[in-house]
């Protein structure tokens, strides 16, 4: 079912879009999913989206091809040091190939710290063209505090359990 309603959503962001995707700036990366597609004409394409995150966070992410893609394939990036888009000074943080259907797509998982970050979505679509769907999400990564937290709770319960059966 999950399937179906990103095949959904993706037709529905290219019939919007008509053409091949512009770079975006998401801007602040948002904790919900984003999704994103673009339908490519016959040629090869490069589609960047940029976005930043305002403290360390767990980002996951998947790209779901449709078509004709050959070649294909999803990159991350982090700004570098200059804090520019496209220098040489950007690191590569990963790079996958494309899923298609009907086999799911791939989730990559990635923590990153604060600061500013690109994906790059690449191939070549043959005659009748292409279509991909970018999903992205960020989920905040816990302080180390908080497993301690943790590991003192699940204590305190063993040590409580512990004493009711010795009684």
């Known amino acids: 079912m999950k399937l179906k309603s990103l095949v959904a959503a993706t037709l529905a962001v290219a019939a919007v879009s008509g053409a091949h995707a512009a770079d975006a700036d998401w801007g602040v990366h948002p904790a919900a999913p984003v999704l994103t597609g673009a339908w490519n004409p016959a040629g090869s ?29 999803y990159g991350l990036w982090s700004f570098g040091s200059d804090n520019t888009f496209g220098t040489a000074d950007d690191e590569s943080l990963g790079v996958w190939t494309l899923s298609t259907l009907p086999g799911p797509a791939t989730n990559h998982v990635l923590d990153l710290d ?6 790059t979505v690449g191939g070549r679509a043959l005659a009748g063209g292409s279509a991909y769907a970018l999903s992205s999400s960020v989920a905040a990564v816990p302080e180390p505090e ?3 937290l943790l590991a003192a ?6 040590f409580v359990a512990r004493r009711r059966r010795d009684y």
């Open 45 to 73: 394409f490069l589609d960047t989206f940029s976005f930043s995150l305002g403290s360390a966070a767990t980002v996951t992410s998947s790209v779901l091809s449709f078509g004709n893609t050959v070649g294909g394939s």
């Open 153 to 158: 709770g699940l204590g305190i319960v063993a």
């Open 146 to 148: 908080t497993y301690a």
């Open 114 to 119: 604060a600061g500013s970050y690109y994906y």
